[in-house]
Protein backbone atom coordinates (compact mmCIF):
# COMPACT_ATOMS: atom_id res chain seq x y z
CA UNK A 1 0.00 0.00 0.00
CA UNK A 2 1.31 3.16 -1.21
CA UNK A 3 2.03 5.92 1.29
CA UNK A 4 -0.51 8.72 1.28
CA UNK A 5 2.05 11.49 0.60
CA UNK A 6 -0.35 13.93 -0.63
CA UNK A 7 -2.30 13.91 2.90
CA UNK A 8 0.75 13.91 4.66
CA UNK A 9 1.33 17.51 3.62
CA UNK A 10 -2.66 17.94 3.33
CA UNK A 11 -2.70 19.28 0.01
CA UNK A 12 -4.61 18.16 -3.31
CA UNK A 13 -3.18 15.81 -5.82
CA UNK A 14 -3.53 18.57 -8.50
CA UNK A 15 -1.76 20.83 -6.25
CA UNK A 16 1.13 23.21 -8.02
CA UNK A 17 4.66 22.82 -7.49
CA UNK A 18 4.28 26.05 -5.71
CA UNK A 19 1.05 24.99 -3.66
CA UNK A 20 3.48 21.92 -2.57
CA UNK A 21 6.33 23.46 -1.63
CA UNK A 22 4.33 26.35 0.32
CA UNK A 23 2.59 23.41 2.29
CA UNK A 24 5.76 21.68 3.15
CA UNK A 25 7.73 24.87 4.57
CA UNK A 26 4.51 25.57 6.76
CA UNK A 27 4.31 22.25 8.46
CA UNK A 28 8.21 21.70 8.26
CA UNK A 29 8.60 24.37 10.67
CA UNK A 30 5.26 23.49 12.52
CA UNK A 31 6.73 19.86 13.39
CA UNK A 32 10.36 20.92 13.47
CA UNK A 33 11.72 19.52 16.94
CA UNK A 34 13.94 22.02 17.90
CA UNK A 35 10.28 24.21 18.23
CA UNK A 36 8.25 21.31 20.57
CA UNK A 37 8.67 20.56 24.05
CA UNK A 38 11.12 17.93 25.34
CA UNK A 39 8.35 15.20 25.42
CA UNK A 40 7.01 15.60 21.84
CA UNK A 41 10.82 15.83 20.28
CA UNK A 42 10.70 11.91 19.01
CA UNK A 43 7.10 12.35 18.06
CA UNK A 44 8.01 15.72 15.79
CA UNK A 45 11.13 13.99 14.40
CA UNK A 46 9.10 10.91 12.80
CA UNK A 47 6.47 13.44 11.71
CA UNK A 48 8.98 15.13 10.03
CA UNK A 49 10.47 12.57 8.30
CA UNK A 50 7.49 11.45 6.64
CA UNK A 51 7.15 15.00 5.82
CA UNK A 52 10.56 15.35 4.12
CA UNK A 53 9.88 11.80 2.25
CA UNK A 54 6.47 13.23 1.07
CA UNK A 55 8.14 16.41 -0.04
CA UNK A 56 11.07 14.35 -1.89
CA UNK A 57 8.53 12.95 -4.28
CA UNK A 58 6.15 15.04 -5.04
CA UNK A 59 8.66 17.83 -5.55
CA UNK A 60 10.41 16.22 -8.03
CA UNK A 61 7.82 15.73 -11.23
CA UNK A 62 8.93 12.17 -12.44
CA UNK A 63 8.99 10.76 -9.06
CA UNK A 64 5.55 12.38 -8.48
CA UNK A 65 4.39 11.02 -12.02
CA UNK A 66 5.57 7.39 -10.85
CA UNK A 67 3.85 7.92 -7.57
CA UNK A 68 0.30 8.99 -8.91
CA UNK A 69 0.62 5.99 -11.13
CA UNK A 70 0.95 3.59 -8.29
CA UNK A 71 -1.95 5.58 -6.77
CA UNK A 72 -4.18 5.12 -9.72
CA UNK A 73 -3.19 1.21 -9.96
CA UNK A 74 -4.16 0.56 -6.23
CA UNK A 75 -7.17 2.43 -6.30
CA UNK A 76 -8.70 0.83 -9.42
CA UNK A 77 -7.48 -2.68 -7.43
CA UNK A 78 -9.56 -1.49 -4.36
CA UNK A 79 -12.54 -0.57 -6.92
CA UNK A 80 -12.27 -3.80 -8.67
CA UNK A 81 -12.51 -5.70 -4.97
CA UNK A 82 -15.16 -3.36 -3.87
CA UNK A 83 -16.64 -4.18 -6.84
CA UNK A 84 -17.06 -7.66 -6.36
CA UNK A 85 -17.89 -7.24 -2.83
CA UNK A 86 -21.10 -5.28 -4.09
CA UNK A 87 -21.91 -8.13 -5.66
CA UNK A 88 -22.07 -10.35 -3.67
CA UNK A 89 -24.21 -8.20 -1.40
CA UNK A 90 -26.60 -7.60 -3.70
CA UNK A 91 -27.97 -11.06 -3.47
CA UNK A 92 -29.38 -9.86 0.58
CA UNK A 93 -33.14 -8.29 -0.40
CA UNK A 94 -33.22 -6.06 2.92
CA UNK A 95 -33.40 -2.32 2.16
CA UNK A 96 -31.18 -1.95 4.79
CA UNK A 97 -28.63 -3.45 2.97
CA UNK A 98 -29.27 -1.47 -0.36
CA UNK A 99 -28.80 1.83 1.97
CA UNK A 100 -25.50 0.40 2.85
CA UNK A 101 -24.17 -0.12 -0.01
CA UNK A 102 -25.20 3.48 -1.47
CA UNK A 103 -23.73 5.73 1.33
CA UNK A 104 -20.31 3.49 0.39
CA UNK A 105 -20.59 3.88 -2.98
CA UNK A 106 -16.98 4.70 -4.43
CA UNK A 107 -18.01 7.69 -6.06
CA UNK A 108 -19.39 9.41 -3.01
CA UNK A 109 -16.47 8.44 -1.06
CA UNK A 110 -14.04 9.91 -3.61
CA UNK A 111 -16.24 13.02 -4.11
CA UNK A 112 -16.13 13.21 0.03
CA UNK A 113 -12.57 12.71 -0.12
CA UNK A 114 -11.79 15.83 -3.00
CA UNK A 115 -14.21 17.94 -0.80
CA UNK A 116 -12.20 17.58 2.24
CA UNK A 117 -8.63 17.74 0.45
CA UNK A 118 -9.87 20.95 -1.75
CA UNK A 119 -11.50 22.90 1.73
CA UNK A 120 -7.73 22.08 3.55
CA UNK A 121 -6.26 22.77 0.66
CA UNK A 122 -7.79 26.69 0.95
CA UNK A 123 -7.36 26.71 4.43
CA UNK A 124 -3.35 26.20 3.70
CA UNK A 125 -3.49 28.72 1.02
CA UNK A 126 -4.79 31.37 3.66
CA UNK A 127 -2.69 30.56 6.53
CA UNK A 128 0.90 30.46 4.06
CA UNK A 129 -0.86 33.89 2.66
CA UNK A 130 -1.44 35.48 5.70
CA UNK A 131 2.32 34.28 7.31
CA UNK A 132 3.68 35.83 4.29
CA UNK A 133 1.75 39.45 4.84
CA UNK A 134 3.05 38.95 8.40
CA UNK A 135 6.93 38.22 7.31
CA UNK A 136 6.68 40.98 4.88
CA UNK A 137 5.36 43.77 7.67
CA UNK A 138 7.18 42.00 10.18
CA UNK A 139 10.63 42.98 7.73
CA UNK A 140 9.26 46.28 7.23
CA UNK A 141 8.93 47.25 10.98
CA UNK A 142 12.75 46.24 11.65
CA UNK A 143 13.97 48.04 8.44
CA UNK A 144 11.82 51.19 9.40
CA UNK A 145 13.15 51.21 13.00
CA UNK A 146 16.56 50.62 11.36
CA UNK A 147 16.46 53.68 8.97
CA UNK A 148 15.21 55.74 12.12
CA UNK A 149 17.65 55.30 14.79
CA UNK A 150 20.02 55.67 12.27
CA UNK A 151 18.73 59.49 11.99
CA UNK A 152 18.29 59.44 15.25
CA UNK A 153 22.15 59.11 15.65
CA UNK A 154 22.72 61.64 12.80
CA UNK A 155 23.30 59.80 9.71
CA UNK A 156 21.87 60.85 6.79
CA UNK A 157 20.01 58.08 4.59
CA UNK A 158 20.93 58.07 0.49
CA UNK A 159 18.94 56.16 -1.58
CA UNK A 160 20.39 54.76 -4.54
CA UNK A 161 18.13 55.76 -7.40
CA UNK A 162 17.24 53.46 -9.82
CA UNK A 163 16.80 53.97 -14.01
CA UNK A 164 13.39 54.31 -13.31
CA UNK A 165 13.82 56.89 -10.95
CA UNK A 166 15.97 59.10 -13.43
CA UNK A 167 13.45 58.44 -16.11
CA UNK A 168 10.30 59.75 -13.85
CA UNK A 169 12.64 62.54 -13.19
CA UNK A 170 13.57 63.46 -16.84
CA UNK A 171 10.00 63.14 -17.60
CA UNK A 172 8.94 65.52 -14.96
CA UNK A 173 11.37 68.14 -16.16
CA UNK A 174 10.21 68.18 -20.23
CA UNK A 175 6.61 68.05 -19.09
CA UNK A 176 7.20 70.88 -16.91
CA UNK A 177 9.26 72.76 -19.61
CA UNK A 178 6.52 71.59 -22.16
CA UNK A 179 3.57 73.29 -19.49
CA UNK A 180 5.80 76.71 -19.35
CA UNK A 181 6.43 77.26 -22.82
CA UNK A 182 2.99 76.76 -23.83
CA UNK A 183 1.73 79.05 -20.99
CA UNK A 184 4.17 81.90 -22.67
CA UNK A 185 2.84 81.25 -25.89
CA UNK A 186 -0.26 82.86 -24.26
CA UNK A 187 -0.49 86.53 -25.15
CA UNK A 188 -1.15 88.18 -22.26
CA UNK A 189 1.49 85.97 -20.44
CA UNK A 190 4.20 87.11 -23.05
CA UNK A 191 3.74 90.70 -22.85
CA UNK A 192 4.10 90.65 -19.31
CA UNK A 193 7.69 89.14 -19.67
CA UNK A 194 8.71 91.02 -21.88
CA UNK A 195 7.55 93.99 -20.18
CA UNK A 196 9.46 92.57 -17.11
CA UNK A 197 12.22 92.00 -19.09
CA UNK A 198 12.67 95.55 -19.90
CA UNK A 199 12.18 97.14 -16.73
CA UNK A 200 13.84 94.51 -14.25
CA UNK A 201 17.38 94.64 -14.71
CA UNK A 202 18.02 91.75 -12.46
CA UNK A 203 15.39 89.80 -14.68
CA UNK A 204 16.73 91.04 -17.29
CA UNK A 205 20.29 90.06 -16.24
CA UNK A 206 19.61 86.49 -15.60
CA UNK A 207 17.95 85.55 -18.41
CA UNK A 208 20.38 86.98 -20.69
CA UNK A 209 22.73 84.05 -18.64
CA UNK A 210 20.36 81.26 -19.41
CA UNK A 211 19.88 82.57 -23.43
CA UNK A 212 23.86 82.90 -23.43
CA UNK A 213 24.76 79.21 -22.17
CA UNK A 214 22.57 78.04 -24.38
CA UNK A 215 23.58 79.72 -27.71
Not at 97 to 117: A, C, D, L, R
Not at 145 to 152: F, G, P, R, V
Amino acid sequence: MEKKYYDILQVNKNASPEIIEKAYKVLAKKYHPDLQPEENKKQAEDILKEINEAYEVLSNPEKRQNYNASLLQEEQQNHASYGYEKKVDTTKTSSASSQKSQQHHPNNYETEKQNQVYQEQLRYEQELSYQEQLQQARQKAYHDAYIQDLKNRGYKIRYRKSFKDYFNTFIAIVLTILVLFLIYQIPFVKHFFADLYEENGIFRFLVDIIINFFK
